[in-house]
């Protein structure tokens, strides 16, 4: 297990698969300022951590990945100007790390994912729930100002129809019309979520790293607009396989008819 330094966020690393858990259950693992100043902290850390390969994130507890923004931190921290001036840049701060981190992130979501727990599922590549998720964004509810940027993330995912429901609505959406909504990859049994999300992770750890760090590096520049995108970076990373021991033991193993050994070089 790693370090965050708050029980609230435990991070643990086993054969290439980093396990990220939101852990305070008494608040349905609400997001507070000991979550999120942590949370930079460790995705820097996975980023940087070569034996990493995917990073699995959810929430502790069994009855919610995430609950959104702690709203008892509401009035001393999203209240006054500069009050929420900090909050603004603390939130900058996450969702910059998020970006940063170029290995594939599965959310495994099982009960509530609500208003900043949902934009912080969005940040993952794959979204897996279990048949009692609930979703929503409940900001309309609560009188506060949602910014452009989670708009923007949400319309990317589910289109402008389904994102002015959420968030028009505050209402609650079930595991099988968040599918349907495009919230999320997949909806299985609770009881099978677990191992799919394992079996899907070891299938993506077991591929070749440099090739799975072009895709996801591709599939970011992709969502920022044309002028903002760093073609040269995916460019460099597309070599980079070419060149790679991993392309000549891929080619090896086909010909051999047996798995690949990757090693990420």
């Known amino acids: 297990m790693t370090d965050t330094g708050t029980y609230k966020l435990l991070v643990t690393v086993d054969d290439g698969i980093a396990r990220l858990t939101f852990n305070d259950p008494a608040t349905r693992n609400a997001l507070g300022a000991e979550i999120t100043e942590a949370l930079v902290v460790a995705l820097r850390a996975l980023q940087a951590d070569d034996d990493v390969r995917v990073v699995v994130v959810t929430g502790a507890g069994g009855k919610a990945f995430a609950s959104g923004a702690n709203i008892a931190e509401f009035g001393e921290r999203r209240t006054t100007p500069e009050a929420r001036a900090r909050y603004d840049e603390a939130a900058a701060a996450t969702a910059r790390a998020w970006t940063s981190l170029e290995k594939p992130i599965i959310a495994m979501i099982r009960g509530y994912c609500i208003g900043g727990g949902l934009m912080t599922a969005m940040q993952a590549d794959i979204r897996i729930a279990s048949d009692d998720a609930q979703f929503a964004?409940?900001?309309?509810?609560?009188?506060?100002?949602y910014g452009f940027g989670g708009v923007q993330t949400l319309v990317d995912l589910v289109g402008p129809g389904w994102a002015a429901e959420l968030l028009f609505s505050a209402r609650r959406l079930g595991a099988a019309e968040a599918l349907q909504a495009g919230l999320v990859n997949r909806v299985v049994p609770e009881d099978r979520l677990a191992d799919e999300v394992t079996d899907l992770a070891r299938a993506i750890r077991a591929n070749a790293p440099l090739t799975v760090r072009a895709c996801k590096?591709?599939?970011?520049?992709?969502?920022?607009e044309p002028g903002r995108r760093d073609l040269e970076r995916v460019a460099e990373l597309v070599e980079a396989c070419f060149r790679s021991e991993d392309y000549r033991e891929g080619q090896q193993a086909f010909l051999e008819k047996r798995p690949p050994q990757f090693l990420g070089r």
């Open 217 to 224: 590096v591709a599939l970011r520049e992709s969502r920022r």
């Open 137 to 145: 964004i409940p900001a309309a509810r609560l009188g506060l100002g």
